[in-house]
């Protein structure tokens, strides 16, 4: 969330947080001004410790009541937490209604509420909204907020006055990051890296764009950079083990999480999952089982569990549980989270996949008819499908993939599916129906080599032939009406 108040100097205020820490400790009375003990409040709050963050504004507050800057940062810090209510009761206490700072913390409220106009009216007022700080402080909020179009105006607002300036160059990266124009994004990253070879932030930024791109080796170099620069950079960990995830390398994936984590960069309850999805990949579901405890564990705690993490948590961990063949605790674990998210289609999903684990064709099917009630898009009948076939539910399978080719011939791989579905069953009118549609078709020379290495019995072998002479059939057909075309 938006700060209002500018951090002192990095030396001054690790000498101002340790000398607060040793009064604290020797529970003696320490006089300081109401901005350092915003200041202090805001450093506890970048590292995710509210209670130490609020603990510093409460004592702000009984030295200074009614200071700007402290009401300012405990309102932000209600924000942090979710608590919207109470930001606006502490947004109403604040007597100077037209500081600017006071106005940013408004409009934050205003688009929490999704009231745009109101926000744009409100922000139009700021007396400083010309200068570059303001524009860019805007300009983040509109993008952490989600409104990227909003956030455009204020970029354009900037481009006449401020287009040389090295801060707003950084702005546009951002923005272009933010706004998925990675090639623009790359180019001013470079253009900033040529001015500041040393600046962590400007290589995070790059590596973001090339993860984004699938780039996952140039990621991981960047943050190599970032971290040369600053091997405390916890964006850069977190951007670096995201990488090496989708590298397969899930080792060097959880050892980056937890640097993250070390980092502040990465909450606990999105750390342990992130952890919980690297041992689920390495199919080390004792492990993952635990890491997602201890999310279970921290969502209970801060009272979490309607949050929509928790549905993929408790999912997860039913999943775990169901390969080390615990079926009962699965089976409960998903009771468990329907009780909070009765109408959630991800864990009738995850249920029907425990049945069809158990064996339990039957009861997984219900959960499948009841899933299909609540929820009959494209996307849910492709991922029933799918789990039928993992499981070697070959019949089923092919009931759910028909559904979603009637829907979309050119969905994902589902005309890949059925042809291999209709070769597996000897179905040649299916097969070059589905093969049809295949972004990549089954050739001659691709069937020949099944004839030759992968047929089990004479039956499949005697089909595979007369699909193999159709093929030939039909292309010598082509090439004569292609020929005759000609004259």
């Known amino acids: 969330m938006s700060r209002k108040n500018i951090p002192s100097e990095k030396k001054e205020l690790e000498k101002l947080i340790t000398n607060y820490e040793a009064a604290k400790a020797e529970n003696r009375q320490l006089y300081l001004d109401g901005d350092q003990l915003a200041d202090i409040s805001d450093w506890y709050a970048s590292r995710s410790k509210f209670e130490e963050a609020q603990e ?52 934050e409220l205003l688009l929490n509420e999704g ?21 860019c402080e805007v300009v ?43 090639d623009s994004a790359i180019k001013i990253y470079n253009q900033l890296l040529d001015i500041e070879p040393y600046n962590t932030p400007y290589w995070t930024g790059l590596a973001k764009c090339y993860f984004f791109q699938s780039k996952w080796s140039k990621a991981i170099e960047a943050c190599d950079f970032a971290l040369a620069a600053d091997e405390s950079d916890g964006e850069a960990y977190t951007t670096k083990a995201h990488s090496f995830f989708q590298l397969n390398n899930f080792d ?12 502040k960069a990465v909450s606990p309850d ?25 999310v279970i564990d921290f969502l209970e705690k801060s009272n979490g569990n309607e949050s929509a993490l928790s549905i993929d948590i408790y999912t997860n961990k039913a999943n775990a549980l169901a390969e080390l063949g615990r ?29 069809l684990l158990e064996r339990k064709l039957e009861k997984a099917r219900i959960c499948f008819i009841k899933l299909s009630d609540i929820d009959s898009s494209i996307d849910m009948y492709y991922m029933i499908a799918c789990i039928y076939m993992e499981n070697n539910y070959e019949i089923e399978s092919q009931y759910y993939l028909e559904k979603v080719y009637a829907l979309d011939p050119k969905f994902e791989d ?15 009118e299916g097969f070059f129906k589905y093969n049809s549609d295949c972004a990549h078709p089954v050739t001659e020379e691709a069937l020949s080599g099944l004839i030759n290495y992968a047929c089990q019995n004479e039956e499949q072998r005697k089909i595979f032939k007369k699909i193999l002479a159709r093929m030939k059939k039909e292309k010598k057909e082509n090439k004569e009406n292609k020929k005759n075309k000609g004259k």
């Open 56 to 107: 510093a504004v409460t004592y702000g507050l009984q030295l200074h009541p009614g200071n700007t800057d402290l009401l300012l940062e405990q309102a932000y810090l209600y924000l942090d937490t979710r608590n919207l209510q109470k930001a606006k009761q502490v947004l109403d206490s604040i007597t100077e209604a037209y500081d600017p700072e006071v106005k940013m913390l408004k409009a």
């Open 115 to 135: 009231q745009l106009e109101e926000t744009r009216s409100l922000l139009a007022t700021i007396e400083d909204a010309d200068e570059l700080g303001r524009i």
């Open 140 to 182: 983040y909020l509109y993008l952490e907020m989600g409104y990227p179009d909003m956030a455009k105006e204020w970029i354009e607002k900037g481009e006449k006055t401020y287009s040389e300036a090295k801060e707003f160059m950084a702005l546009q990266a951002d923005y272009a990051l933010a706004t998925q124009q990675f």
């Open 252 to 263: 060097k994936s959880i050892e980056y999480y937890k640097k993250a984590m070390e980092y």
């Open 270 to 294: 999105m750390g342990y999952m992130f952890i919980g999805l690297c041992y689920s990949a390495k199919e080390d579901w004792e492990k993952a089982n635990e890491y997602y405890d201890k």
């Open 327 to 355: 079926y009962k605790e699965a089976h409960q674990t998903c009771k468990k989270i329907s009780k909070i998210h009765p109408k959630d289609a991800t864990i009738l999903l995850t249920e029907g996949k425990i049945y």
């Open 414 to 428: 589902v005309a890949e599916k059925l042809s291999v579905c209709s070769l597996a069953y000897g179905d040649i």
